[in-house]
């Protein structure tokens, strides 16, 4: 049948302490879908970190002194930049309206993935709000299937996905920040190709693959569609984290 990526219409705004489980659960049966073994169940990060409550505004931020200091060279509010400070583990490159970190999850992004748009505060004002990623995807992710594989008796995948850019590339693409019951990488090294030739070096960024056809699903601007369903996943479904998806600083070549 081949890979279908299904997006759920119909999906409530999330507010702080929502169930997304219940969520998804409520959004499919509206859908007429039901879960089935082998299905995975894609997230937008916007909504898991806003049922997470990671909403900060920026009148609660006193940035630091180097946080002034690199909101001089990119001409970035400082207090915003201070949450990205607080988010990274290493400050990559900076420019005039751009800063890439390294993430404290360990992926290279823009701004700490710190978001400001379809952001607004508990009483619904967008100004001096913005949502910082989950606090750890991967295990929002694990928590979230097994509610699900206990509501629904199956064998499922769980993996949330955010935008970034890439390098020597223009344009964002959705990508993996957390998984759970899924592969992160498909290894084929060793397999053979259709001429019997032996693969050396070949690793699939599956769950990133699934992460880019989701996202495109979804959209980025006002479609409100935070959830996909892809079913048909051609790999065997397995544990796995976000650190097989990260490549170590001495054989990052980019750097």
């Given at each position: 049948?081949?890979?279908?990526?299904?997006?759920?219409?119909?999906?409530?705004?999330?507010?702080?302490?929502?169930?997304?489980?219940?969520?998804?659960?409520?959004?499919?049966?509206?859908?007429?879908?039901?879960?089935?073994?082998?299905?995975?169940?894609?997230?937008?990060?916007?909504?898991?970190?806003?049922?997470?409550?990671?909403?900060?505004?920026?009148?609660?931020?006193?940035?630091s002194?180097?946080?002034?200091?690199?909101?001089?060279?990119?001409?970035?509010?400082?207090?915003?930049v201070?949450?990205?400070?607080?988010?990274?583990?290493?400050?990559?490159?900076?420019?005039?309206?751009?800063?890439?970190?390294?993430?404290?999850?360990?992926?290279?992004s823009?701004?700490?993935?710190?978001?400001?748009?379809?952001?607004?505060?508990?009483?619904?004002?967008?100004q001096?709000?913005?949502?910082?990623?989950?606090?750890?995807?991967?295990?929002?992710?694990?928590?979230?299937?097994?509610?699900?594989?206990?509501?629904?008796?199956?064998?499922?995948?769980?993996?949330?996905?955010?935008?970034?850019?890439?390098?020597?590339?223009?344009?964002?693409?959705?990508?993996?920040?957390?998984?759970?019951?899924?592969?992160?990488?498909?290894?084929?090294?060793?397999?053979?190709?259709?001429?019997?030739?032996?693969?050396?070096?070949?690793?699939?960024?599956?769950?990133?693959?699934?992460?880019?056809?989701?996202?495109?699903?979804?959209?980025?601007?006002?479609e409100g569609?935070?959830?996909?369903?892809?079913r048909?996943?051609?790999?065997?479904?397995?544990?796995?984290?976000?650190?097989?998806?990260?490549?170590?600083?001495?054989?990052?070549?980019?750097?």
């Open positions: 049948m081949g890979l279908n990526l299904i997006p759920l219409e119909g999906f409530p705004l999330v507010k702080p302490g929502d169930d997304l489980a219940s969520l998804v659960a409520e959004t499919l049966a509206k859908n007429g879908f039901s879960l089935q073994d082998g299905d995975i169940v894609v997230l937008a990060q916007k909504i898991v970190s806003k049922a997470e409550d990671r909403l900060v505004n920026l009148t609660t931020v006193d940035p002194e180097a946080a002034r200091d690199y909101a001089h060279i990119t001409g970035k509010d400082p207090r915003l201070e949450l990205i400070l607080s988010e990274c583990r290493e400050v990559v490159r900076v420019r005039q309206g751009l800063m890439i970190v390294e993430h404290r999850l360990g992926f290279i823009a701004n700490a993935g710190i978001d400001h748009s379809n952001v607004s505060g508990p009483w619904g004002e967008p001096d709000w913005v949502l910082l990623l989950p606090e750890d995807p991967d295990a929002s992710a694990a928590q979230i299937r097994a509610q699900l594989q206990a509501r629904y008796a199956c064998r499922l995948g769980v993996l949330i996905i955010d935008s970034h850019g890439r390098a020597w590339r223009n344009g964002t693409i959705g990508m993996t920040i957390g998984l759970s019951g899924l592969p992160g990488l498909v290894d084929l090294r060793g397999q053979a190709d259709l001429f019997d030739f032996r693969l050396r070096i070949t690793q699939v960024a599956a769950s990133d693959e699934l992460a880019a056809g989701a996202s495109l699903m979804m959209g980025q601007a006002r569609t935070p959830v996909v369903l892809a048909g996943f051609p790999y065997p479904l397995r544990e796995a984290s976000l650190s097989e998806l990260i490549r170590n600083k001495d054989l990052d070549l980019f750097r």
